[in-house]
């Protein structure tokens, strides 16, 4: 059975400490993990997909890396706005051939003034 | 990036009344949506898969005659949840995935509906 599993489940960070979230996966057949930021009382929003190993995405503070069992979700000098639950997701084939998307608990962040 | 709108936000009901939430893609033909149910400091869990004009598949342990879906059109998708119950009470997402999606894997979430069930 496809896992994922994401630590920490919360984090505490200074604004403008860097700091990375691990998103760790078990899963037959990666198709693409992604990675996605949710406030409370809201929808995910996407924020990267990476399909194979070594690739890295970046998008203003944050930065995406994988290997072939975890990726890292890294955040340079975080802001208050930053604060959000952060979810990882994998994308792989199961039986019967359809894609079948297995989401992480999330790491909750909270970026502190 | 993809727009997926989601209504009611939020619905508060009686017990053993039936609420109906809608899914829709604005800007783009989805011709997968998905329903999830996320509990409180939990992962979302994918309640079903619908594909336009045919059967939902739902995931193991989600009564289907209890959360009918129906994905008529290419951009509209509904849940309903039928007699409602308080273990009902629960957040509910869609997400949209169009042609290219089908590729990506890319999903466009909706901003999701609080049920209360009294």
């Known amino acids: 059975e496809d896992q994922v599993t994401q630590s920490p489940e919360a984090l505490r960070l200074q604004e403008g400490e860097s700091s990375s979230l691990n998103c760790s996966y078990t899963v037959s057949g990666l198709r693409g993990l992604f990675w996605y930021r949710q406030d409370p009382g809201k929808g995910p929003e996407f924020l990267f997909t990476?399909?194979?190993a070594g690739e890295e995405k970046e998008k203003e503070r944050l930065k995406a890396t994988l290997t072939k069992k975890e990726s890292f979700l890294h955040i340079t000098a975080p802001k208050p706005e930053d604060s959000a639950t952060y979810l990882c997701a994998v994308q792989a084939i199961v039986t019967g051939g359809y894609q079948k998307v297995t989401f992480g608990t999330g790491t909750k962040l909270q970026v502190i003034p | 990036g993809a727009v997926v709108s989601q209504h009611p936000s939020r619905v508060i009901c009686k017990s053993g009344t039936s609420v109906k939430i809608e899914c829709r893609s604005l800007d783009f033909q989805a011709t997968t949506m998905f329903w999830y149910r996320q509990f409180p400091k939990q992962s979302l869990m994918l309640m079903a898969t619908s594909n336009e004009g045919s059967k939902a598949t739902y995931e193991q342990g989600v009564e289907k005659d209890k959360f009918l879906i129906n994905h008529a059109s290419l951009t509209l998708s509904t849940l309903t949840v039928t007699s409602a119950h308080p273990e009902d009470s629960s957040f509910y997402i869609c997400s949209a995935r169009g042609e290219a999606g089908a590729r990506t894997g890319e999903l466009f979430f909706g901003e999701g509906s609080r049920l209360t069930v009294l």
């Open positions: 990476l399909y194979s």
